[in-house]
C-alpha cells in the first residue's frame, strides 16, 4: 500500500522565493498533519485539518507561512517569501481520522534548505 | 494540557544489551499512548500503541506496556541489535479533535 507521499524530497532555494511542498496523505485518510523538523527546536506541530478543513493552525510560524487542502488527496504547504531560518526539514502525516486511537502514518519528509 | 516527558538522550549500548527508554506522561483524559522510531534521513514510523490501561504494544522485539498509575508508557527491548540505531518518540493523543503531542526524543546508538 502506498504510504504518504511528499514531494519534492529535496529543495534548495534562494531566499525570497517561493516554496511550495506537496503532500498526498493515504486514501481514505481524513486527517492531516504537517510538522517541521530542527535541530535545535526538535518536531513543531504547524497544521493540521480533518476532511480537508484546518482545525489548527496556530503552530504556523508567521503570515509567510500558508496550508492548503482543496481535496482529500492532496495538500501543499507554501512559504512565500522563503528566509534562510525556514531551513528544516518538513514532514507531512495523515491519519483515519482524529480519533485519540488512530496513529498518524508519517511521508519521508522534504528537505529544505533557504541560501 | 497534555505533555510528554522523555529521558535525556543520547543513550549508548553494545549490541545485545537490555535497553529501557523512560517515557511519562500528562494529559487531559484517558489518552492512547504511541511510540514512534526514526531512522536516519527518514520519516517517523510507528514502532507500536496502546489505548488502555495495562495494555502491551509490543513490535520488532519492542515492548511498551500502558501503566495509567504511574502514568508512564516506557519502551524495552531485550536484546538491542545496531539496526535498532534511531531516534525514538514517545507520543500521546487524548480528547476530541486530538493531534499528538510528541515528547523530545531520544538518540539510541548501538555499537557492535
Known amino acids: 500500500d502506498a504510504g504518504v507521499i511528499q514531494s519534492p524530497r529535496h529543495e534548495v532555494t534562494e531566499m525570497g522565493q517561493e516554496v511550495t511542498l506537496r503532500c498526498k496523505p493515504i486514501?481514505?485518510?481524513?486527517?492531516l498533519f504537517w510538522y517541521r523538523q530542527t535541530m535545535m527546536r526538535g518536531l513543531e506541530l504547524l497544521i493540521y485539518f480533518n476532511n480537508n478543513v484546518p482545525i489548527d493552525d496556530s503552530g504556523m510560524p508567521e503570515d509567510r507561512f500558508s496550508a492548503k487542502m482543496p481535496n482529500a488527496s492532496f495538500s501543499t504547504l507554501k512559504i512565500q517569501p522563503s528566509e534562510p531560518r525556514d531551513s528544516a526539514v518538513y514532514f507531512c502525516a495523515s491519519s483515519a481520522s482524529l480519533e485519540k486511537n488512530q496513529p498518524q502514518h508519517f511521508g519521508d519528509g522534504t528537505r529544505l534548505s533557504i541560501l | 494540557g497534555n505533555s510528554v516527558t522523555q529521558m535525556e538522550g543520547p543513550v549508548t549500548l553494545s549490541e545485545e544489551a537490555f535497553l529501557t527508554i523512560n517515557c511519562t506522561y500528562t494529559a487531559t483524559g484517558y489518552p492512547s499512548l504511541f511510540w514512534y522510531v526514526q531512522y536516519p534521513g527518514e520519516g517517523l514510523q510507528l514502532l507500536l500503541k496502546a489505548t488502555k490501561a495495562d495494555d502491551k504494544g509490543s513490535n520488532k522485539g519492542f515492548e511498551a506496556t500502558y501503566r495509567k498509575e504511574t502514568t508512564s508508557f516506557h519502551l524495552e527491548k531485550g536484546s538491542v541489535q545496531v539496526s535498532d540505531s534511531a531516534v525514538y518518540f514517545c507520543a500521546l493523543r487524548a480528547g476530541a479533535n486530538s493531534k499528538l503531542t510528541f515528547g523530545k526524543g531520544i538518540t539510541l546508538s548501538v555499537r557492535p
Open positions: 486514501s481514505g485518510h481524513n486527517s
